[in-house]
Structure formats: C-alpha cells, structure tokens
T-cell receptor
Framework: NAGVTQTPKFQVLKTGQSMTLQCAQD?????MSWYRQDPGMGLRLIHY???????DQGEVPNGYNVSRSTTEDFPLRLLSAAPSQTSVYFC?????????????FGPGTRLTVL | AQSVTQLGSHVSVSEGALVLLRCNYS??????LFWYVQYPNQGLQLLLK??????LVKGINGFEAEFKKSETSFHLTKPSAHMSDAAEYFC??????????FGQGTELSVKP
C-alpha cells in the first residue's frame, strides 16, 4: 500500500491564482481531512469528509473548497490564493470516526504564495 | 471543548540523556490522546496513543507516555536520546467526531 499520497510536494503561486492540492489514499478509509501547519501553531483542521459526497468545515475553512466524489480522493482547492495561505498542507485519513482511531498522514505539500 | 498545550517550543538534550516533552490537555470528556513525530520534510507518524486502557503507553522507538488524569497531562519520555530522535513532536487530543486537535509542537534537538 502506498498509504496517503499528496501532489505536488512544492508549489509557488502568485496572489490571486488558483490551484488544487491532490490527496489520495489506498486504504479504503472512510474519513479524510486536510490540515495546515504553521510555525508555532501546530496543525489546524481545514476541511474533512466522513465519506464520498459528504464534507464539512474544520477550524480554518475560509479560502478553501473541497469535494469527495470517490472514497480514494480528497482534493483541496484554493480559489484565489493569498499570502496568508503560505503554509504546509497535510492530508490525513482514518478508517472510521471513533475517537481512538489513528490518522495516517501524507508527506505534505509546501505552498508559497507571493 | 478540547485543547492541548505543549510546554516548550524547543527542547535540547545531549545524546544519551533523558527526553521529556510535556503535554497538558483540556477535555470535557474522557480524552483520547496521541503523540506524533515529524522528521524533517516528512509527514506525521504516530508514536503512541492513549485510548483509556493502560495509563502507561509504550510506543515506537523506545518512547512512552503516561496519562495522569489528576494532572491533565500526557508527557512523552525516552530514557536515552539518540541523534535520530531529532524531530518535531506533536501532542493531540481527539474530539467527539474523531477530529484531532493539536498542540503547538515541540522541536527536539539532540547534541552529540
């Protein structure tokens, strides 16, 4: 199993540009989520999905869209990039929504918005 | 609402010395707690987790953590640091929907 994969690894955007960060998992996990990591702030939840066709907002959803058309894929869209979205983005998946379930993380996408 | 506080954004130890990374939590329900490690330019990897079974939890790479309800703590320890332990460590608590709430992270440096 490849686990959780993310593309691209690095990306530089100009303010106002749009892009999609890709995330895929091959573990047939029901639950997927997106986090952003900023220095001194840990990881903060952007959006999450409890299954295909079902998404919801996390702690910092503004400026981001998601959709979940398949179990495997959970892309994150930036519609109009802003410098405040410069961050490292992690996708994670877990088999279920029980509180003790382990979340498995992808390698991350490092995004810079100029 | 749940929250996590990690005391100390940077911890430096000598190789062979005790590693102690501090984590305190706040939770309105019995907590489920996690420690993750992030090596440079990599994703997060689970070290260990507490799910209301034994209060002393053993993880990978010789790490362990003790859940202390009276102190609302879940500190991470390792008896003898190795150079390869240099990384950033995150404590997290799981909320009712299975979402993780992370602490700010602690960067561990190991001096030769």
């Amino acid at each position: 199993n490849a686990g959780v994969t993310q593309t691209p690894k690095f990306q530089v955007l100009k303010t106002g540009q749009s892009m999609t960060l890709q995330c895929a998992q091959d573990m047939n996990h029901e639950y997927m989520s997106w986090y952003r990591q900023d220095p001194g702030m840990g990881l903060r939840l952007i959006h999450y999905s409890v299954g295909a066709g079902i998404t919801d907002q996390g702690e910092v959803p503004n400026g981001y869209n998601v959709s979940r058309s398949t179990t495997e894929d959970f892309p994150l869209r930036l519609l109009s990039a802003a410098p405040s979205q410069t961050s490292v983005y992690f996708c994670a998946s877990t088999a279920g929504r029980r509180r003790g379930d382990t979340q498995y993380f992808g390698p991350g996408t490092r995004l810079t918005v100029l | 609402a749940q929250s996590v506080t990690q005391l100390g954004s940077h911890v430096s130890v000598s190789e062979g010395a005790l590693v102690l990374l501090r984590c305190n939590y706040s939770s309105s329900v019995p907590p489920y707690l996690f420690w993750y490690v992030q090596y440079p330019n990599q994703g997060l990897q689970l070290l260990l987790k507490y799910t209301s079974a034994a209060t002393l939890v053993k993880g990978i790479n010789g790490f362990e953590a003790e859940f202390k309800k009276s102190e609302t703590s879940f500190h991470l320890t390792k008896p003898s640091a190795h150079m390869s332990d240099a990384a950033e460590y995150f404590c997290a608590v799981s909320d009712s929907g299975g979402k993780l709430i992370f602490g700010q992270g602690t960067e561990l440096s190991v001096k030769p």
